[in-house]
């Protein structure tokens, strides 16, 4: 039953960061450069898929994303899909989504359940921004050479910079209202409640050594004035 309802639970995340990720590219592209690689909202929802889901399902929501998009939807900031996504400039980024949010999740993993903030932009820059980036050059630069691909990245770094400490604070928040989202929760409830029934265990043997030292005397009394030998019956003199 356990097993049901977890995953049950973690299909339920995966889909809705999808949905999540498909949501910021509504707002559309703004295309700068001559690379044809548009500035998107979207890789702020790989961060964030990353970072609050973990490195499994933040890769599986990122991949259920891609599915679709390669069946057709137009789920693409600027309403692009379908196979012809993996044959144009885009396609080492789309690839660099996909390691980049498996490894924000691993790193972020390592971190909790503090989450530092000035580490989990460091996560988020070296996941979210680097990864992708070298994934999208390594295929750019087949298309235009990789000294351009290179230096074509520099007019994404202000607002990849700006998704990535937007990211980091949404992350921390999450984590912090609902633990346990990236691993088991944390632990710590138990041990109050075995050192309270420890206390009810010994309560009555502590208390039963006094009733013990307390009637001795009064069965050496009895035995010493003749009522009652301390071995036998009740004699009467």
């Known amino acids: 039953m356990i097993t049901r309802r977890t995953t049950a639970r ?47 399902k933040g890769f599986l929501s990122v991949l259920v994303f891609l599915v679709l998009v ?45 989450y530092p903030l000035w580490l989990g932009i460091v996560i988020n820059i070296v996941g979210g921004v680097l990864v992708v980036y070298a994934c999208g050059v390594a295929v750019l630069a087949f298309r235009i050479g990789f000294v351009p691909a290179v230096t074509s990245n520099f007019l994404y770094l202000p607002g990849d910079g700006l998704k990535v400490l937007v990211a980091s604070i949404v992350i921390k928040q999450v984590h912090r209202a609902y633990p346990g989202l990236i691993g088991p929760p944390p632990t710590g409830e138990p041990a109050p409640a075995d050192a309270a029934a420890t206390t009810d265990t010994a309560g009555p043997s502590d208390t039963a050594v006094p009733t013990v030292t307390a009637d001795a005397p009064t069965t050496q009394n009895a035995a010493a004035s003749g009522t009652r030998p301390a071995d036998g019956p009740t004699v009467s003199p």
Do not use: E
């Open 10 to 56: 973690d299909l339920a995340q995966i889909a809705i960061f999808a949905a999540l990720i498909a949501a910021l590219g509504l707002p559309g592209t703004i295309t700068v450069g001559s690379t044809g690689v548009p500035i998107t909202l979207q890789t702020l929802g790989i961060m964030l898929a990353g970072g609050i889901l973990g490195a499994r």
């Open 70 to 114: 390669s069946a057709g939807l137009p789920l693409l900031a600027g309403g692009r899909g379908g196979l012809g996504v993996w044959a144009g400039p885009s396609a080492g980024y789309l690839i660099g989504w996909l390691v980049g949010a498996a490894l924000i999740g691993w790193l972020t993993a390592k971190i909790l359940p503090a």
